[in-house]
């Protein structure tokens, strides 16, 4: 007879390896160097398309000033661009420029290269690697039911 898991038991194991393998695959550098408050910036602006400063802020819950001061070093490299609100001309809003793309894609190809070279190099058999495929459409379900 076999026990059914315990749904909080699972949560409380995926969320530990989940956490551990998010800490650092955050930590491969990429080219361009984006700080991790640019990085959330850019991804966000790409995500939501074109939006105000404040509201990014608000997004991510740090005041006004310091996401001004994220999206200023953003333009300054040509990542982000503002331009006026097509629905309140005395506002400006922000959108990601090709370059602002490109430097995100580079930042996501370097990481799933790191995760390629730890599965080569992990020692993983056919079979395990079946499983990580077999379970990714699985925690992006989790991820869409939370």
Same mark, same amino acid.
């Not at 361009?32 to 959330?40: I, K, Q």
């Not at 056919?126 to 079946?130: D, R, S």
């Given at each position: 007879?076999?026990?059914d898991p315990d749904p909080g038991e699972?949560?409380?194991v995926l969320?530990?390896?989940v956490s551990v393998l998010v800490r650092r695959v955050r930590q491969v550098?990429?080219?361009?160097?984006?700080?991790?408050?640019?990085?959330? $910036?850019l991804a966000l602006l790409d995500r939501s398309g074109p939006t105000t400063s404040s509201a990014l802020a608000r997004e991510v819950q740090i005041t006004a000033q310091a996401m001004g001061a994220t999206l200023g070093a953003l333009r300054d490299r040509g990542l982000v661009e503002r331009?006026?609100?097509p629905d309140d001309g005395r506002r400006a809003v922000l959108l990601v420029t090709d370059a602002g793309r490109q430097a995100?894609?580079?930042?996501?190809? $370097?990481r799933a290269e790191l995760i390629a070279r730890a599965l080569t190099g992990g020692e993983f058999t056919?079979?395990?690697?079946?499983r990580l495929a077999a379970a990714?459409?699985?925690?992006?379900?989790?991820?869409?039911?939370l």
């Open positions: 007879m076999t026990v699972v949560a409380a969320l530990a390896s550098p990429a080219e361009g160097g984006l700080t991790m408050p640019e990085r959330t $910036a331009r006026p609100d995100l894609r580079d930042k996501r190809n $370097a056919p079979a395990e690697l079946a990714a459409p699985l925690l992006d379900r989790l991820a869409q039911h």
